[in-house]
Every structure is written in C-alpha cells, then in structure tokens.
C-alpha cells in the first residue's frame, strides 16, 4: 500500500505537512488556521477523519497556530513535549495531550513515528520520521545545524521534506537587522540553500528518491535560486519546491521488493 504525502503550507506565515495511506494519516505541525487546513485538505482529497494525531516539532506559531483548532474540533490527539507545550499558549485538554521522547518510536493507527531532537532556538524541538510497509518519509525544518540526529535519520528515507531557508548573499545584504541575520544563520536557526544541499549529498541514500525544499524565507531566498542550487541532483531523485503561499501536489510512495516508486495521484512521474 502507497504513503501519500504533501505539504499543506510551508514557510514562516505556517507549516503543516500530511503523511498517510488510505486508511491513517498524521499532521506534522498545525501551522495554518483550522478552516484553511481543512480547506487545502478537501481540495487535495485528503481527510480530516483519517488524522489520528498531530505532532508538534516546536511552539514558534507558524506551527501551533492551528493546533487548538483541529484539536478540539475533531478530538486528535496532540503529541508534544512537555517543554514544548510549556512555552507556548495553547489550551490543549489534558485527555487529547500526549507526550513523547526522542527516539521513542509512536504508533498512530498503523503508522510509526519516530521523533528526534535538533538544533533550533525553541525549548525541545524535535523533526520525525514516518514508516510505513518499509517506507519512510521524513519531515524536517528549522534546522540550525545538521547535527548527527538529523544526518542519521535522513539517511533513512526515501521521501524528505528538508528545509532551504535562506540565500547567504540575500541574507547578509538584505534588511535584516544584524542580530537578526546572526540568528538565522546560527547553529540554532536556520538551514541555507548550500548547507541543505550539502546535508543531502552527504547523508541522504541512494533510496532517497523524493525531495521537497521547503520553509523558503520570504525575504532571502526565491525558488529559482534553489532550483539552480539543486540542478546536480537532476536524475537522481525527484526534486520540488514546497510553497508558502499554496498547497503541494499529494505524492504517492511506494516500495515493491527493491524498487520505490515516486508519483502523484494523477500521474507518474518517476520509477526508481
């Protein structure tokens, strides 16, 4: 059976991603208001009733913003730390709150997640894995620095949402104040295109085979700088852009005995 996924919002205005099968599904993250999620998820066909939890990577609110929401509009569970939900302000009811612990694998309906700790300006954040019938996805933002957690684990997948935040140059000679570029640019920020790049042919496998760059920041970087920095990975894996204006297309993953299979649910558009 095939793992979709796409992202529903990517970048500093929310993030959101869905991972799922035809029968269960996760969000990553709730960054976008209830009504939008579900808006963006009605018109890629995806289904609210399939969500069994949501889990929150950090409380910076282009990923909790809708959190409180869906939550309580359609009783998932949310799986945060304590850390996390103690600093930020939501309410989450105590029977839909579920902690969790770096490299604690979770199942939610007949998926497995695994979170693991990063390097990011927040009190716990964590990126994760899915599994599913020998496929993993990996979702992964607000990288300061690659640390060997996240190296690791990207060497497991074979679909990768990896952030590609910023341009160097934009980023120095644009109009951030230069406490702020030096946020960004730390080891508890951001990750660049060339460091995200770099990250991938250094750690990513030969089963990696889908790769959508995302959280794009607005003011530093374009999607066009970040293709050209990709070009190199032409013919070896699929490459994409995740917007932070609209919803992704949904992609199918699918593994038969050696050979994975990246299309989109209405079409191919590639065989590995």
């Known amino acids: 059976m095939q793992l979709k996924f796409a992202s529903l919002n990517s970048g500093s205005n ?3 991603y869905y991972i799922g099968n035809d029968e269960h599904a996760i969000l990553i993250d709730a960054g976008l208001s209830r009504r939008e999620t579900e808006r963006r998820m009605q018109r890629l066909n995806l289904r609210m009733d399939h969500v069994r939890a949501i889990f929150i990577s950090h409380e910076h609110i282009d990923h909790i913003r809708g959190v409180e929401g869906i939550s309580k509009r359609y009783g998932i569970p949310v799986y945060i730390t304590a850390a996390t939900k103690g600093n930020s302000s939501m309410y989450i009811p105590e029977e839909l709150i579920r902690d969790f612990r770096a490299q604690t694998e979770i199942v939610a309906g007949n998926l497995s997640v695994v979170p693991f700790s990063k390097k990011h300006d927040a009190a716990d954040p964590h990126s994760f894995i899915i599994k ?19 190296k690791q684990h990207i060497g497991q997948c074979h679909a990768l949402l990896l952030e590609s935040n910023y341009d160097h140059e934009m980023l120095m000679n644009g109009r951030y104040p230069y406490p702020l570029k030096q946020r960004v640019s730390s080891d508890v920020g951001h990750l660049s295109n060339d460091q995200a790049l770099s990250l991938v042919l250094e750690s990513g496998s030969d089963e990696l085979k889908l790769l959508l760059l995302g959280h794009l920041s607005k003011d530093n970087n374009r999607e066009q700088l970040v293709r050209e920095v990709f070009s190199s990975l032409e013919g070896k894996m699929h490459v994409d852009i995740a917007s932070r204006f609209n919803e992704s297309r949904v992609y199918a993953i699918e593994k038969k005995s050696e ?10 558009l590639s065989i590995f």
Not at 132 to 150: L, Q, S
Not at 259 to 268: A, E, M, N, W, Y
């Open 14 to 16: 929310g993030n959101c």
């Open 132 to 150: 599913y019938n020998d496929i993993v996805v990996g979702v992964m933002t607000d990288i300061g620095a690659a640390c060997d957690n996240v």
């Open 259 to 268: 050979t994975v299979s990246i299309r989109t649910l209405t079409g191919q």
